[in-house]
């Protein structure tokens, strides 16, 4: 039938530790089309608990969290990855979720599958915890148009949020996040209107910058270089890319991923 056709191409991604999603998002993102990947019968399918979810994997996850694609994702990352009651989520604070939750179940403390991505920031991806950490980040992306929006309506967003592992001579990123390079929000923050902010290369391409190792909204607009080696990462070193626009299959497919049945909270 066509259930357990579909039931057997999911657990084969399962193994293989692919995501349909992942696919998705690069077909998409050439395509300019943010749907239309997942059939209706198919989204259902992905949440259907009458198939088991699998155990949980116990693996090691790196959140990737590029600005303006669900800071409820949270949600799902930590409950993966920390010892941490069922109710505790990003409803429980009113902002500031991720520092609030840290604060409360320290990372390093509650949670030995989940590397230290920064909670409470949008830290790029580093050389070195790249190398150390292979096939062990996750993130949500969404369509590049609507995310520059949300974040035009989120007080013209604007993330200098750097890697300390990638810092070059004379740059200043001894910490994630610094106040001091705010500078480089300036045009940004001066941006007359939505068309204006989308337009500017600082805000361009944030998603492929952090997946090569610089701030959301560096200046610099992103390189031919940049762009071969975001999606490089991509198809590499992740073990699931979800979109924003199929939020509940991708929660649904990061736990046929990575195990465990997914809680209410995470939807």
């Not at 692919?18 to 050439?30: D, H, K, S």
């Not at 609507?146 to 810092?167: M, T």
């Not at 190792?213 to 890319?241: K, Y």
Request: with cysteine; net charge positive; glycine share 8%.
């Amino acid at each position: 039938s066509n259930r357990i056709a579909a039931w057997r191409r999911c657990e084969r991604r399962r193994r293989s530790g692919m995501l349909a999603v992942g696919a998705w998002v690069l077909a998409a993102a050439a395509a300019d089309s943010p749907r239309g990947f997942l059939s209706p019968e198919d989204r259902s399918f992905i949440c259907n608990a009458s198939y088991p979810f699998p155990p949980h994997s116990h693996r090691r996850v790196r959140w990737l969290h590029v600005p303006k694609t669900g800071t409820s994702f949270m949600n799902t990352v930590w409950h993966h990855g920390c010892l941490i009651p069922e109710s505790a989520g990003a409803g429980d604070f009113a902002t500031m979720y991720e520092m609030h939750m840290d604060a409360r179940y320290p990372l390093r403390r509650f949670c030995p599958w989940l590397v230290d991505h920064g909670p409470a920031t949008h830290k790029p991806v580093g050389e070195a915890e790249w190398r150390a950490n292979p096939r062990a980040f996750v993130t949500m992306l969404r369509e590049p148009r609507a995310r520059a929006l949300s974040g035009f309506g989120h007080g013209k967003h604007c993330i200098q949020d750097c890697n300390p592992e990638n810092a070059k001579a004379g740059e200043e990123c001894a910490r994630v996040r610094d106040g001091r390079r705010n500078w480089k929000c300036k045009p940004i923050r001066q941006a007359a209107g939505p068309r204006a902010y989308m337009r500017l290369p600082a805000v361009k391409g944030c998603a492929a910058r952090m997946l090569a190792g610089r701030a959301c909204n560096d200046p610099e607009p992103v390189t031919a270089a940049e762009q071969a080696l975001a999606l490089q990462r991509l198809r590499t070193g992740f073990v699931f890319i979800g979109v924003v626009e199929e939020w509940a299959a991708s929660v649904c497919l990061f736990h046929r991923l990575l195990g465990g049945a997914p809680l209410a909270l995470e939807f």
